[in-house]
């Protein structure tokens, strides 16, 4: 009898720390299958190199999409980059909550081309949804934008 509690024990207390090991991360979209990391400095500096390939990028999530959830910012490993992950609408959907953590992103480098009045309208949609002021003058001609497009997502927990 004295083993079978023992035996108990220390069953119940090894699933309590594997679930408290994987319980650690809020897992979004599919499962992340890379395991080499990409830094975010790295595509910024070459994005063109890194066009249409699936990478893992790690960065604190710096901001998301307060009305969908559709889109998060990820801090570079440098000092003042970062580069937006986005989602289709409502295929995975980002915490607000998320902001300050880290977050692990599998997903697919991609670009935007916009021309000056595209990218007035872009900036002008992206502060409105920050609740933020634009001023189209700052716009003098077309941009490029390099996204990620997510595919899964994992977000450490506090």
């Not at 720390?17 to 809020?26: C, G, L, V």
């Not at 990409?38 to 249409?52: A, V």
């Not at 889109?71 to 989602?87: F, N, P, Q, Y």
């Not at 409105?128 to 077309?142: A, I, R």
Request: with cysteine; charged share 35%; aromatic share 8%.
């Amino acid at each position: 009898m004295g083993r079978i509690i023992k035996y108990l024990l220390i069953s119940f207390i090894s699933f309590s720390f594997i679930f408290a090991i994987s319980d650690d991360k809020d897992k979004y979209g599919k499962e992340i299958t890379l395991e080499e990391k990409t830094n975010i400095s790295e595509i910024l500096s070459n994005p063109e190199d890194y066009l249409d390939k699936t990478v893992l990028v790690e960065g604190e999530v710096l901001d998301v999409c307060p009305k969908m959830g559709c889109w998060m910012e990820l801090k570079s490993d440098s000092e003042d980059g970062k580069i937006k992950v986005k989602v289709k609408d409502g295929e995975i959907i980002f915490p607000v909550e998320a902001k300050g953590h880290t977050a692990l992103v599998e997903g697919k480098v991609y670009k935007i081309e916009l021309s000056k009045e595209d990218a007035i309208s872009y900036y002008e949609h992206e502060a409105e949804e920050l609740g933020k002021e634009f001023d189209p003058s700052t716009v003098t001609e077309g941009v490029t934008i390099y996204q990620i497009k997510g595919i899964g997502a994992e977000i450490e927990k506090e």
